[in-house]
């Protein structure tokens, strides 16, 4: 009697086995919440670190404070000194000398200095928003290969889960069918599932390889590998941003649109230094002589004083000015057309995280029901109360909703770092 019962005893063991680890599987990542908090930001600024105008931010901050200096200067360049000799020693030499020595000061044109000022403290802000507009384009991409990262990983686990049931299940078949109990039909139908499965388990470890590498390229091969062995990638959601009702009100606060306010400043102020600058900048000469004619005569000296004042050129001047009109209308088209789409970017976000956290809840739900079910169909099938298409079948939905919850979850923290990359803000 025991020993007829063996088998039985031996395939309710397995499947004892295999509950725990699908289940643990499916609801464990409901947990990964409460682990590392600043996980998304600390992969961030490892990516940051790595990137060009990371390195070179400071050296153009120095040359816009230096341009700052420059514009603030009481001369349009630096002075220039002249100093020359004349002799007639190689001709006649009757002792004709002169010496020469002249200063020549850069002036500014009217209004030109002031309208220099303007333009130097306009790209030194412009610089300093840009610098943000570059941080958050490194965390668009960040945020892209972290999520993606975690929907493979997430993926991975369930089809390995998949599969160890899958496998567990068509074990228990064969044993069933060399028994007796069950026909070769039902023996290919299980085989076949867990082809299915394998399968799935293949393309999720492609899928997975292929995130890999994507974070790969942002953080570094050592990083990744030391992310990835120490645990790191498991914060699930980012904090929820508020959004006011009232969206005009994030103008100023959005940096692509303060981006683009200061490219129009700085467009403003190029086209009134272009106005002022109508031709070359004169200059004011001083110049000193010292000379005699013949041998004999005393030297005499003189002070010359005098300005060198260019012609003003039509052409340059309306090329110039052409050219900086031209971008400052193209800043203010730009700058409406950003604000316009932004500001809807920020209200179509702000509705796909409500419509992903109701989602993920139906999506959870559907799974917790599921996986009850199979548990239910479980029991009768080993007692013989179902046939195995009917257990194939209760066993292909509740792998099916259990990987709907997961990556639901997923979308909607993807969701929320969508907003808040829409919003302007950096991995928290």
Not at 11 to 35: E, G, H, Q, R, T
Not at 65 to 70: D, P, R, V, Y
Not at 90 to 105: D, K, P
Not at 404 to 426: D, E
């Amino acid at each position: 009697m025991f020993r007829e019962k063996m088998p039985l005893w031996r395939n309710f063991s397995v499947w004892m086995l295999c509950i725990p680890s699908i289940f643990w599987s499916i609801f464990a990542y409901a947990d990964d919440v409460k682990l590392n908090k600043n996980e998304l930001k600390s992969l961030y600024e490892i990516a940051w670190e790595r990137q060009p105008e990371s390195k070179s931010y400071q050296f153009r901050v120095d040359a816009a404070l230096a341009k700052q200096k420059i514009a603030s200067s009481f001369l349009a360049s630096p002075a220039s000194i002249e100093i020359a000799q004349k002799t007639d020693r190689a001709n006649s030499n009757q002792g004709a000398s002169e010496t020469i020595a002249g200063l020549g000061i850069p002036l500014w044109l009217w209004g030109e200095r002031a309208n220099s000022i303007g333009l130097a403290d306009a790209e030194y802000k412009r610089l300093l928003s840009q610098y943000l507009l570059i941080q958050l384009k490194v965390a668009a991409e960040v945020r892209d290969a972290y999520w993606s990262y975690k929907r493979s990983n997430v993926e991975l686990d369930l089809a390995n889960g998949r599969f160890q049931n899958a496998k567990a299940l068509s074990f228990d078949v064969e044993k069933r069918f060399r028994a007796g109990d069950l026909s070769r039909a039902d023996l290919h139908q299980a085989n076949g599932a867990l082809a299915n499965a394998e399968a799935s388990l293949a393309e999720a470890q492609a899928n997975f390889i292929n995130a890999e590498q994507k974070v790969r390229s942002l953080l570094g091969v050592g990083m990744v590998e030391k992310s990835i062995k120490t645990g790191l990638l498991n914060q699930l959601a980012e904090p929820i941003p508020k959004v006011p009702d009232n969206l005009s009100s994030l103008d100023f606060n959005l940096p692509v649109v303060a981006a683009l306010l200061d490219q129009l400043e700085v467009a403003k102020k190029a086209v009134s230094l272009a106005k002022a600058q109508t031709r070359s900048t004169p200059e004011l000469q001083l110049l000193t002589t010292r000379g005699r004619d013949v041998y004999g005569v005393p030297f005499q000296q003189s002070i010359t004083l005098g300005i060198r004042i260019p012609f003003g050129s039509d052409s340059r001047y309306q090329n110039k000015l052409a050219t900086t009109t031209a971008e400052m209308v193209e800043a203010e088209s730009q700058l409406a057309l950003e604000r316009e789409r932004a500001l809807s970017n920020i209200e179509s976000s702000a509705l796909l995280v409500k419509t992903a956290r109701l989602k993920a809840d139906s999506s959870e739900k559907r799974a917790v029901l599921a996986n009850e079910t199979r548990s239910f169909f479980e029991k009768s099938f080993r007692f013989g109360e179902t046939d195995l298409p009917t257990r194939l079948r209760i066993e292909l939905e509740a792998s099916d909703a259990s990987r709907q919850a997961a990556v639901a979850k997923i979308n909607y923290a993807v969701a929320i770092s969508n907003l808040r990359q829409a919003l302007g803000l950096l991995p928290e």
